[in-house]
């Protein structure tokens, strides 16, 4: 009977500290097509300008050998610092941030800005027919508003992917 | 005359300068390259001076591979030099092969100047992006200030932790230009430090599983020839400490010595019966710089299925990658085996000695099998007969003998009939399989050490794929022996078609070769071709004592497969040893079907 551990899938969210050089986000990219792992999201931005660090958050899954396969491999990296799976080694923050543009006139407008209210989501640009709401917050929070926007006016999404962090006073 | 390699202080040079220096820093004392539009001011700096020497090869793909012989029969780093474009993508089959099988390489190449990357150039190509997949680390230098400290950097990156090849791509502008030397910084590397040590804690755990052990196996891989010689020595006093059966993967061969009675000979796909049923059996296994391949495996939900692992591997990534293991030792496989031996000798417990003598007449009876027996009879040399009168004639020569193979049948008749004492003393193209490996790789090897005799053992077709380096032979003068198992055949091919595709023996007839003798004297090589067994011998000493290179054309039998064989998606018990036994072949299932 083959382990449990073998074929139960698990999400991770994966934090890479990597020096900010050329060609790092494609390695990382390419070292997860070219061994089939998945990646749900993907963000990278610099972190550390002194000692030119960015980090990346990777939110993949896989069994527990594929997940920790994909450390070792990312750890293996030349330009890649540290690896941490925030998803095994406690509790953490996840946020992503969404750019939502909404289209429309009349009663549609104002249930999109109830439910934007409701969301605590902000209005950053407003014309007489559209919104563009900005929001922060998990995942399924970002999905569950889209979802409610789809009918009244959803034109245009732009998401960040994920970043997360640990919680409590351990750093990376 | 430029003052290039001179004392390294700080000073102002030009980028090829540089790069000459910092070779000339790193201990380089040959490379192996191809000239281009590119790399010229490389090999103008090149041409005044006379530090570095430089071997012409006719492609570059036999450029890394020359590298390679240097790098696995010194334990150096290769260093190889080509061109922007197409120079570099000649290079990638090589890059990839080093890279399978953890070759520290280093690789220069040519490209467009920074202002005219990405315009589609002549000779331009994405170098970097191309050999991303295909190396351990690529740099691109696009400032000269940063250049010689990037090729200090690469050596450190190639030969540290895992060993690999890593690409440094050039810019012509960059090569001409004017910057400060500096030489290898003392501070450790920003972010890539290697565990060489290993845990105290997992060397106990192994140690307290080992000693328990009543059916133990060590199964040695390369890691431990890249480990260097030491580590070797080391292996063999923990095997004969504890008096366990060793067995070898194809790269770990010379990590313990043939001749051991302790040795299983190689396990695997073509490994012997002994080998493999001793994986299969075992309760404890010891598993050192080896990296559970699929060729070693066989199907792994049937692979050594009581026993408890241990896995011992410098690179994180290999353990439990294909093969769930219990103890995971990280560590450079010289240090492990010191730690191990240290830590043996200090733990009380007792082995289990009865057991242990039990196991060994379990595997003497396998032995009994004589898996490598082979019969020849009549004039028709066996390829078989053909590598063991050679290991046989070399060993009572008593010469330094290294050997080279390209990839198939021939190679793996090499690894069963040729014994090798000592580590780096044999060069197979492992993990990518590259047909075209073995002649390059013994120019490497030859240039590394001038008086010893390297031997590239060969089949008619894989030796065609790099045949123009014979014209590299001859301007070297380098006295490589090309000895080719001729039985007219892509013979591994053939034995599956035989084996899983109704002997529908497609494409896999070498139609139309060579006359080798005659291909060999226009090479201004001396060229000999055998047909009799009875002349066999005599060829053999003859080719060797030609103070020049040879092709000898060894007819073989023509339908001679490689056994014993475990067929692919079997296990280890499931070997066919000998041609009668075919019959289980029909069983291969689907899933085997899809294997390679």
Redesign the interface.
């Known amino acids: 009977m083959p382990?449990l551990a073998?074929i139960t899938q698990r999400n991770a969210t994966i934090a890479v500290l990597?020096?900010n050089e050329?060609?790092i986000l494609?390695?990382v990219v390419?070292l997860f097509s070219?061994r089939g792992y998945n990646i749900e999201s993907l963000t990278v931005a610099p972190v550390d300008a002194d000692r030119r660090l960015s980090r990346i958050t990777i939110v993949t899954s896989g069994t527990d050998?594929v997940i920790?396969?994909i450390k070792?491999?990312l750890?293996?990296?030349?330009?890649?610092?540290k690896v941490s799976d925030l998803t095994l080694e406690g509790p953490h923050l996840a946020r992503e941030l969404a750019l939502i543009k909404i289209v429309g006139k009349g009663e549609a407008r104002m249930e999109a800005l109830r439910l934007a209210d409701a969301f605590r989501a902000r209005v950053v640009d407003a014309t007489i027919e559209s919104f563009v709401f900005e929001m922060t917050g998990s995942g399924d929070k970002l999905d569950a508003f889209i979802a409610l926007m789809r009918p009244i006016g959803l034109t245009e999404i732009s998401r960040t992917g994920v970043v997360a962090i640990a919680r409590g006073s351990r750093g990376l | 005359m430029s003052a290039t390699l001179q004392t390294a202080e700080t000073r102002t040079m030009t980028g090829a300068e540089i790069v000459l220096q910092a070779l000339k820093d790193n201990g380089v004392e040959v490379i192996f390259g191809y000239p281009g539009g590119a790399v010229l001011p490389l090999y103008d700096a090149l041409f005044q001076q006379n530090a570095i020497r430089h071997i012409l090869v006719r492609h570059e793909q036999a450029a890394v591979h020359a590298a390679e012989g240097y790098a696995r029969s010194t334990g150096k780093v290769g260093v190889v030099l080509v061109t922007s474009g197409p120079g570099a993508t000649n290079a990638v089959t090589g890059l990839v092969d080093a890279l399978m099988d953890s070759i520290p390489v280093i690789c220069l190449t040519g490209q467009v100047p920074t202002h005219l990357i990405g315009n589609d150039a002549f000779q331009e190509a994405d170098t970097t992006g191309i050999t991303r997949p295909a190396t351990k680390h690529n740099y691109l230098v696009k400032d000269i200030r940063k250049l010689a400290s990037t090729v200090h950097e690469a050596f450190y990156v190639s030969k540290s932790g895992r060993p690999g090849p890593v690409v440094i791509d050039l810019p012509k502008d960059i090569l001409i230009g004017k910057g400060p030397y500096s030489e290898a910084p003392q501070a450790p590397h920003r972010s890539y430090r290697p565990q060489t040590e290993p845990d105290a804690a997992s060397i106990r755990a192994a140690v307290r599983l080992l000693k328990g052990a009543k059916r133990p196996v060590v199964y040695a891989g390369g890691g431990v020839i890249n480990s260097g010689p030491e580590a070797a020595r080391l292996l063999g006093d923990f095997v004969r400490m504890a008096n366990m059966p060793c067995t070898n993967t194809l790269m770990g061969l010379g990590a313990f010595p043939s001749e051991d009675p302790q040795f299983l000979g190689m396990l695997g796909m073509h490994g012997t019966y002994e080998a493999n049923l001793a994986m299969h059996g075992c309760d404890v296994m010891l598993n050192i710089g080896a990296r559970f391949d699929d060729r070693v495996t066989g199907r792994l939900n049937a692979f050594s299925p009581n026993s408890k692992k241990i896995h011992a591997d410098i690179d994180p990534s290999s353990i439990n990658k294909n093969v769930k293991v219990d103890v995971a030792v990280v560590g450079d496989a010289g240090a492990v085996l010191k730690a191990l031996i240290e830590c043996w000798q200090a733990e009380e417990q007792p082995q289990d000695k009865p057991a242990i003598a039990a196991w060994w007449r379990a595997i003497d009876g396998w032995r009994g099998k004589g898996c490598l027996q082979y019969r020849q009879e009549g004039s028709i040399i066996k390829p078989q007969h053909a590598v063991k009168r050679l290991y046989e004639i070399t060993r009572e020569m008593g010469r330094e003998t290294f050997i080279t193979t390209e990839v198939g049948q021939h190679q793996m008749w090499a690894a069963q009939y040729f014994g090798f004492q000592k580590p780096n003393r044999w060069m197979t193209s492992g993990g990518l399989g590259t047909m075209g490996y073995g002649l390059p790789a013994a120019m490497g090897v030859q240039i590394a050490h001038p008086d010893a005799l390297v031997i590239d053992i060969a089949g008619e077709a894989s030796i065609l794929m790099n045949i123009q380096e014979m014209g590299t032979l001859a301007q070297y003068r380098l006295p490589v022996k090309v000895f080719i198992l001729n039985n007219e055949y892509m013979g591994m091919v053939r034995q599956w078609q035989e084996l899983l595709h109704g002997s529908r023996y497609s494409e896999s007839y070498s139609e139309a070769l060579p006359d080798f003798v005659r291909l060999a004297e226009a090479f201004h090589a001396r060229g000999m071709r055998v047909t009799e067994a009875g002349q066999l011998d005599d060829a053999i000493r003859e080719m060797i004592a030609h103070p020049g290179p040879v092709i000898a054309d060894i007819a073989v039998a023509k339908d001679e497969n490689c056994f014993p064989m475990i067929p692919s998606g079997a296990a280890h018990n499931e070997m066919i040893l000998a041609p009668g036994q075919e019959g289980g072949v029909a069983g291969v299932t689907d899933e085997g079907m899809v294997l390679v």
């Open positions: 382990d073998e990597v020096e050329a060609g494609a390695r390419g070219g050998m920790e396969q070792a491999q750890d293996r990296l030349v330009p890649v610092h």
